[in-house]
């Protein structure tokens, strides 16, 4: 399965994805992300894996570690996921932003979509069966729709992302259980169907042109955000520090 869409072998696949590392690591869409956060916070796991997570936006314990879910919140995360028997080695984690709001405040629309396309291009290179959105930014964001968490916590469907075919699996964010203690055993309960939903394997996959047209979409895209960068001044903003190298955070 893996590669079977881009023609990529796991190692292209790797070696693309540290590529997008790095772009991520010198970003500057956000201006003032760009300028208030610590590091950037790319994302954390198994780069084949067949589970994704993808939660709201970095926050404290993250920008200082530049890795996700390390607060209470991954805790519970990590807690949930061995009841069913995986860890987080098992699974790979991002978030809607790679970098932490001031504040924590929630995500900006604009940011939610400057960021987009590096999520979507990371799921397009793990190629995950199954992908968890946690919460309403991740999931109103990846299906396109404003339908809030409540109505579709736990109920998977099949969406075309990055040209792949996946199963979306919308529910709730660990955090909401730390807030709200009745919210665990709903979150037990969404996280009890995960190894049910990842037997069925991928779904069929979307026609060879079909992918191409997005794939099409994504590179012009690309290109165009290339060209922007182009005519930026060259260094780094004030408050931002030089990126990490991938291997130190042992993504892949």
């Known amino acids: 399965m893996a590669g079977a869409l881009n023609g990529q072998s796991a190692s292209e696949r790797r070696e693309a994805l540290k590529e997008v590392f790095a772009q991520t690591q010198v970003c500057t869409r956000c201006a003032e992300l760009a300028a208030t956060r610590k590091t950037v916070v790319f994302g954390a796991g198994n780069a084949d894996a067949d589970l994704m997570f993808v939660g709201e936006a970095p926050g404290a314990s993250e920008d200082e570690q530049g890795l996700p879910f390390v607060g209470r919140a991954g805790k519970l995360l990590d807690t949930l996921l061995g009841e069913i028997g995986l860890a987080r080695s098992d699974v790979f984690v991002v978030n809607t932003l790679k970098c932490r709001p001031p504040g924590n ?35 109103k964001l990846l299906r396109d729709d404003p339908t809030g968490i409540t109505r579709l916590h736990g109920q998977p469907e099949v969406l075309v992302l990055g040209g792949r075919a996946l199963r979306l699996y919308p529910i709730y964010h660990p955090a909401a259980a730390l807030y709200t203690p009745r919210m665990l055993e709903t979150l037990r309960e969404d996280f009890a169907r995960l190894p049910e939903l990842l037997a069925l394997g ?51």
Request: with cysteine.
């Open 202 to 252: 991928a779904p069929d996959q979307p026609s060879a042109d079909l992918a191409a047209d997005e794939a099409g979409l994504q590179e012009a895209r690309r290109a165009v955000e290339l060209a922007h960068a182009d005519e930026s001044p060259p260094g780094l903003p004030e408050g931002v520090s030089e990126p990490a190298p991938a291997d130190q955070l042992g993504l892949f």
């Open 105 to 139: 405040r929630d995500p900006l629309p604009i940011e939610i979509d400057n960021c987009r396309d590096y999520l979507l291009r990371q799921v397009q290179l793990i190629e995950p069966v199954v992908i968890c959105s946690l919460g309403n930014f991740s999931t």
